[in-house]
């Protein structure tokens, strides 16, 4: 009888081993392929460099148009800046240019 006291006390331990194993396997699961976990976190970084190229090819736009804005200030206007847009836009051309067309 003697053995039978213990056989329910190993069991009890076994199952507590094997419930604590399976949280071990499943947080180890977690750490690796979860949303925030060692592969997510490659992708992270790829994203994050495309973030940072897209961000300074936006920021050279904006300075090239702040630039062409500062240009075209109606107090001192770039005057070949608001010759060459009345060239393309309007289709005008001084008297003495002469005009070629390309194909």
Known sequence: MGVMRHEPKLARETVKQGVALVCLLFL???AIA???GLIAL???RR???QRE???AALSQER???RNRVDLLDPKHADADL???LLRSE???AHPDEMVMLLR
Request: net charge negative.
């Open 47 to 49: 994203m994050l460099e």
């Open 34 to 36: 979860g949303p925030s």
């Open 53 to 55: 190229q897209q961000v």
């Open 28 to 30: 180890g699961g977690v």
């Open 63 to 65: 300075d090239r148009l």
């Open 42 to 44: 490659g992708e992270q």
């Open 90 to 92: 309007l289709n005008v």
């Open 82 to 84: 608001a010759g060459e």
